[in-house]
């Protein structure tokens, strides 16, 4: 927009300069470029270094103070140790403020609701009033397509009505079988690792959790919504140190859902950097392995699901999955195009495995760390299963401690660090005026760790809060790991009927000892994954 101004005034500059006499005689086009060059600088300079302090209506609002002078919070929000650190800084140094300000790359301004109310205005008051920021698009488009993720107003809600079906609570516990027979072979892997350790009558074994939840996720997803065996689970292929990553290079065959998202999901620093910083400016065209890799991954995604697709549609039968069937004639999701279809698995797919594994790997943390919880949720299933040995679904959703657990793991460690929009009109959130086009962090660590609305011990793990709960706790929106509002996330059931249900497999089967050694994070990314978290789990013998 800037380019487009200068250009036309300096356009306009030499149609009025051109009616005048002037000793110094240039061409047209060094004219124009003259005048472009000088209003182009003078505007930067002013966005840069002027508005925020002195000219912008968000220059009293509260936020950090530590910004490099061109970067903003940028250079640290890479440097922290997880994506949700440094907003999580914020919020408890600024509690009562119900927006917070603060700036990033050529210190544009961004702003960050921490106030309940804001929450409320902006994922429900005016959800459709706020829209996916362009350099988010321009960031993500690769890897999820136009699905309903990336939809926008009227466009957002037919799909979403369509693929409510979908992921009813109904549709979803016919898929039950799949999960408990995923999570039993699962179990069994396990326990052949543990086996084939290499020590005499060796009971424990370490398993990577990111990897090992990652693979038993994408099985189950590969089934359920694309109806194939993706096969990730594999004796010798789960538990102790995760595989390298295979390369690209002209093994198209050997490559594997799994292999894609590892590279989509852990890219080096350099995949990082370059993904991020396409936001801003474009970075996929130059000639480097992290652009390859990732290139190769994007287009090998759509290249596989879009074959899927054309299969499924020409030969419908009567597989378990049914995202895709639902599409097809008579279904509830009928008319959807190739197009939204596609970008509707590309999102299924990445993040229905990806936050689902990252969960369960912070449920086995929170486990390996807590062996008071630990034990007391195996005491809950253990009496389940002595009062009725072949329990149902419907009999594990009503453990009430289990229940309580996974809300706690996903209140401590929400497995999306961020949701960004954008104003689409003027408004007031929360008492602030807010023009069209600002920009707004979503951050659902905020309100789930604020100390003012969880108490002193809001980073402490206690599934029991959830019998107490106040007036503030029990707020929708101190609780957002699935978002709220028209947008929350369409597979919330899906993957609380998965993570409880494995679950309650391993935690039967075994004992979560300890975390082997200290893990990151990976920053900058898409959510809360560790990266070498490993866990060392006991067999129980019975």
Known sequence: MDVFICASISTAGWLVLGAFEHPVQLSPWKTVLIFFLMQYAFVKFYRICL?????????????????????????????????????????????????IRYLTFANTEVLVCNSLNSFKDVLQTNCYSFHKPDRWRR??????????????????????????????????????????????EFGDILDQAISAGGEEKRSSGVIDCTDAFSKVTLDIIGVTVLGVELANLKPGNVGGQPHGRRRHTNRKKEYTFHDAYEVI????????????????????????????EFAFATEWLRGVLTELIRERYNQVNEAKNYIIEESMPGGPAEGIEEENLLGHLLQFMA???????????????????????????????????????????????SLTYLNNFIKEVLRLYAPSTSHHRQAGKDMIIDGVLVPKGTTFDIVPAMPMLNPLIWGEDAEVADPTRWDRLTRDQASPFAFEPFSNGPRMCIGKTYA???????????????????????????????????????????????
């Open 351 to 397: 993040g229905g495995h990806s936050t689902s594994a990252d969960t369960m790997a912070w449920c086995a943390y929170t486990l390996a760390t807590n062996h008071d919880i630990q034990e007391r949720l195996r005491d809950e299933i253990a009496e389940l299963g002595a009062r009725n040995p072949g329990f149902t679904f419907s009999d594990v959703d």
């Open 139 to 184: 960031l993500m488009v690769e890897i999820t397509g136009k699905g309903v993720l990336s939809l926008e107003g009227n466009e957002h809600r037919q799909h979403r009505k369509m693929l409510g079906g979908a992921f009813s609570t109904f549709n979803v516990r016919k898929l039950e079988p799949v999960f408990a027979s995923k999570a039993k």
């Open 496 to 542: 609380m009927v998965e993570i409880k249900i494995i679950l309650v497999e391993l935690i039967r089967r075994f004992r979560f000892f300890n975390v082997e050694k200290p893990f990151t994070i990976e920053n900058p990314g898409f959510s809360l994954r560790p990266k070498g978290m490993e866990v060392r789990l006991e067999r129980i013998f019975t």
């Open 51 to 99: 508005y925020h302090r002195y000219f912008s209506p968000f220059r009293h609002l509260p936020g950090p103070t530590d910004n490099h002078f061109l970067f903003g919070q940028a250079v640290n929000m890479i440097r922290a140790e997880s994506p949700p650190e440094l907003y999580i800084k914020w919020m408890k140094q600024f509690p009562d403020a119900p927006i």
């Open 265 to 292: 999901f852990a890219q080096s620093l350099v995949g990082k950097i370059l993904f991020f910083a396409n936001s801003v400016v474009p970075t996929r065209w130059l000639p480097l392995e992290a652009n390859r």
